[in-house]
């Protein structure tokens, strides 16, 4: 009896882990979201691309498609990869892939080959023109000095040009005494302002680098993604002139969450799904529906905006892909609709009291606002409040050369301290999607990053040293710092003092006398507080 009670145990275990799917409950509010409240609403119909046929690999649900789109062959499986359009006016993609016909089917991944496609539109289709080498869930970026980078799960390649030689390396990661979350896998990155790099781990901590070539600093203490239940992975962070933004993945539900940033370590999650399954639609009615969209990346404009997206796509459950059978997967494009170049012309912060907002919409030249815009949908405000269908009404607007200056009543923009962007919403006469956001005036968006490491109790528990760094890409002004325990549900502070104003990547190590009151707590936890109390405070736990 205990054998079979054991079997049956690991019999439920393997259903579940070849599943691959659970339904998640979505949030009631989720049902009052407005057209274009949802990042999933930005997609649109997929291009043709002249290659639509029947004859191909894959079950009925992703039979007929168009071939051209992405990459795909009845050779090979295809799986993740970003692509960028460089000066020879080509898209280049990396993207991994092993034979078709392995032994293990999709199981072969571990043994992917990173390779170099390259494709004159951008949806594709993308042909191999070189094999780089070993290598999972590539993602690639330049930097400033010119070197080209591509991650991959363990490692990575540098070049000096985009067509190779490229040389393999370990990158260095110093997690600064914090716990690493579900390993330093699937990573993505973008370039801030002044040529340092910010990367997302899988487990959703936050890393920056001088250059995106030396040392990866760990920054946050725990990770960023929504407060939910969710098997997290496949995150993909990009910057716009305006904020930075990451969706990430909850594989296990096939629910895709997005999240905004004005710096790229304090996020703020969005309603509604940034995708699901089923998104992949032709204008004729033909859906693509496959069974798993992972690895999104993005494409982006000279703005930073994404304009299309790249998945890993299967046609099936990954363990029921075999070799030489009808299933595989491969890299697919869906085209986003890109949003507005939009900005607040209003010099003061934006508040409830605030009576009229100022917006420039930029004319573009696929688009001429004061013509292809329907101005009655318009609203603008805070996007939480704009997603759900409120914000300011428009009271008028008007030509400016190309461009259209809006001015809508202040009432109802629901911003608050706690936002760093506007959100205009609305319609085209078409019906179509119209979308933008804007910094706010009086919010500062380049500050001082300060973070602490671990404190050390020396000399006896009469002194206690502490580092303090900066990863911001400014210098940070003179602060304070106090050291506290805390064991339960008590806490006493037991040393404090300040420090000087330090420069981006500069840190600075602190000894400081405890009081004679510390207590002797035997199981504690260190909190360390920067300019504790004020605006810009910042708190960093650790566990002893």
Not at 38 to 66: A, E, H, K, N, Q
Not at 463 to 482: H, L, M, R, T
């Amino acid at each position: 009896m205990k054998r079979i009670i054991l079997f049956l145990i690991a019999l439920t275990i393997n259903i579940q882990s070849f599943s691959q799917i659970t339904e998640r409950q979505r949030p009631p509010e989720w049902d009052s979201l407005v057209f274009g409240g949802r990042f999933m609403d930005r997609f649109l119909y997929l291009p043709d691309l002249g290659g639509m046929t029947s004859d191909t690999w894959g079950c009925s649900c992703v039979v007929p498609r168009d071939i051209n789109n992405g990459i795909e062959s009845p050779e090979w499986s295809y799986w993740g990869g970003n692509s960028r359009l460089l000066d020879d006016d080509k898209y280049h993609l990396f993207v991994c892939r092993w034979p078709e016909k392995s032994r293990r089917g999709h199981m072969m991944w571990p043994r992917s080959r990173v390779v170099h496609a390259v494709a004159e539109n951008r949806f594709g289709p993308y042909k191999v023109v070189e094999e780089v080498g070993k290598g999972h869930n590539p993602e690639w970026y330049i930097t400033d000095s010119g070197k080209y980078v591509i991650y991959v799960i363990g490692g990575g390649y540098v070049s000096d040009s985009v067509n190779g030689p490229w040389e393999y390396k370990k990158f260095k990661y110093d997690k600064r005494d914090r716990k690493i979350i579900e390993g330093l896998t699937n990573q993505t990155f973008a370039r801030r302002e002044d040529g340092s790099y910010l990367m997302v781990s899988r487990g959703g901590g936050i890393w920056v680098s001088k250059d995106g070539l030396s040392e990866w600093y760990r920054v946050s203490d725990g990770k960023v993604y929504p407060p939910v239940d969710g098997r997290f992975e496949d995150p993909v962070v990009w910057k716009t002139d305006v904020q930075y933004h990451l969706i990430v993945n909850d594989w296990y539900g096939r629910i895709a969450w997005y999240l905004r940033s004005k710096d790229g370590i304090h996020w703020k999650t969005d309603s509604g799904e940034a995708y699901l399954p089923g998104i992949a639609k032709y204008k004729n009615g033909i859906v693509e529906d496959w069974f798993k969209y992972e690895r999104i990346k993005v494409l982006q404009d000279e703005h930073g905006r994404a304009i299309q997206a790249h998945f890993a796509v299967i046609d099936t459950l990954k363990h029921e892909d075999k070799g030489n059978d009808n299933h595989s997967s491969k890299n697919f494009v869906i085209p986003l609709k890109k949003g507005q170049l939009v900005s607040v012309l209003n010099k003061k912060p934006i508040t409830s009291k605030t009576k009229i907002i100022k917006l420039l919409i930029k004319a573009e030249p696929d688009f001429d606002p004061y013509n292809d815009i329907d101005f009655e949908t318009l609203q603008f405000g805070a996007p939480e409040v704009v997603d759900y269908g409120n914000g300011c009404k428009v009271k008028d607007y008007e030509k400016k050369g190309d461009d259209v200056v809006v001015t809508f009543e202040g009432k109802g923009n629901g911003f608050t301290e706690d936002n760093f962007a506007g959100k205009l919403l609305g319609r085209d006469k078409q019906g179509g999607l119209i979308f933008g956001y804007s910094r706010l005036p009086g919010v500062t968006y380049i500050e001082p990053v300060l973070s602490a490491r671990k404190p050390e109790l020396t000399n006896g528990g009469n002194e206690v040293k502490v580092k303090i760094e900066n990863f911001g890409q400014v210098a940070s002004k003179k602060a304070d710092v106090s050291i506290w325990l805390e064991s339960g549900d008590k806490s006493n502070e037991i040393a404090n003092g300040d420090f000087a104003a330090l420069q981006p990547f500069e840190g600075k190590t602190l000894i400081l006398k405890t009081y004679k009151t510390n207590p002797a707590f035997d199981d504690y936890k260190f909190v360390v507080y920067i300019n504790k109390g004020k605006k810009d405070e910042v708190v960093n736990r650790f566990e002893n």
